[in-house]
């Protein structure tokens, strides 16, 4: 059964710092591109990031890109998301879901981690 | 950055009746887009892939159809079960972009 558990969230001031982390189970972790998507309270689904089989390459959105860096762990079987210099509008819950545009799309996801950005 | 735009954005129907969802794309896709399911609290689940191809463990009462910029979601025979918010995902090109939902309440 393929499983994803993310871990990490919490409360963090603007500009602060956070690592979120992504484990796998169930799957070849290491065959497979991974992706970031959130969604800010009462509001849709935003996709944040895609690493592909191998790390490379790596995709952002434009609302992160440049503060937000995903990397993988094949030997951990686990995917990451740095995330830096938060802003409020960062308040969302964090999906892990396995997939990308090569993929087509998301076909499992995990249960999420909040992240809270607020003084 | 390819717009995804659904209607409507709410809707209300009985049990056992038939809604129909769009999504919109701002330019062509082919058929390079997805339906996902969201119930309250829970992680999104995907319906249909290639706009019309169904996932393993849906049921066929979900059917979806489209090509190009304009793509629908059909629900017949609506169950109390299929209370949830629907998402397009379009996946042509980077930025990946989802719609940004149609909440369906059953009556």
């Known amino acids: 059964e393929v499983q994803l558990l993310e871990s990490g969230g919490g409360l963090v001031q603007p500009g602060g710092s956070l690592r979120l982390s992504c484990a796998a189970s169930?799957?070849?972790?290491?065959?497979?591109?991974m992706s970031w998507v959130r969604q800010a309270p009462g509001k849709g689904l935003e996709w944040v990031s895609v690493?592909?089989?191998?790390?490379?390459?790596?995709f952002y959105a434009d609302s992160v890109r440049g503060r937000f860096t995903i990397s993988r762990d094949d030997s951990k079987d686990t995917l990451f998301l740095l995330m830096e210099t938060l802003r409020v509008e960062d308040t969302a819950l964090y999906f892990c879901?396995?997939?990308?545009?090569?993929?087509?799309?998301?076909?499992?996801w995990g249960q999420g981690t909040l992240v809270t950005v607020s003084s | 950055d390819i717009q995804m735009t659904q209607s409507p954005s709410s809707l209300s129907a009985s049990v056992g009746d038939r809604v129909t969802f769009t999504c919109q794309a701002s330019?062509?896709?082919?058929?390079?887009l997805g339906w996902y399911q969201q119930k309250p609290g829970k992680a999104p689940k995907r319906l249909i892939n290639?706009?019309?191809a169904f996932q393993s463990g849906v049921p066929s009462r979900f059917s979806g159809s489209g090509f190009g910029t304009e793509f629908t979601l059909t629900i017949n025979s609506l169950q109390p079960e299929d209370s949830a918010t629907y998402y397009c995902?379009?996946?042509?090109?980077?930025?990946?972009?989802f719609g940004q939902g149609t909440r369906l309440e059953i009556k």
């Open positions: 995902l379009q996946y042509n090109s980077y930025p990946l972009t």
């Open positions: 290639a706009a019309s």
């Open positions: 330019q062509g896709i082919r058929n390079s």
């Open positions: 879901a396995r997939g990308s545009q090569a993929a087509g799309g998301f076909d499992y």
């Open positions: 169930g799957f070849t972790f290491s065959g497979h591109s």
């Open positions: 690493i592909g089989v191998g790390g490379v390459p790596t």
